[in-house]
């Protein structure tokens, strides 16, 4: 019973970062899902999976884990690289890229 500690990215409706700062406990499934032949639906008799546990910070996170004898991995966050651009760089005389239209 291994359990994954990540900080879940932004999903791509969001355009803040509301739901990404906290981390969140789950378990890596232990058995396959199976597909019932006659409707196509999907099951898994790993009732782990289906747990997620919500935490404030990482350090709760593994206490929790620790506490409970849970094994346990820590996945990085991956931060967004962004580049501070001015409105007036489109307008730069010494622009790099040059217009497309």
Known sequence: MVAKIYRPAKTAMQSGKSNSQEWVLSHDPQSPRNVEPLMGYT????????????????????????????????????????????YSDNFSHDRKISWTH
């Open 43 to 86: 099951s898994s008799s790993d009732m782990l999976s289906q747990i997620t546990l919500k935490f404030a910070t990482k350090e709760l996170a593994i206490d929790y884990a620790e506490r409970n004898e849970i094994e346990y991995y820590v996945s990085k966050p991956h931060e967004t690289k962004r580049r501070q651009v001015s």
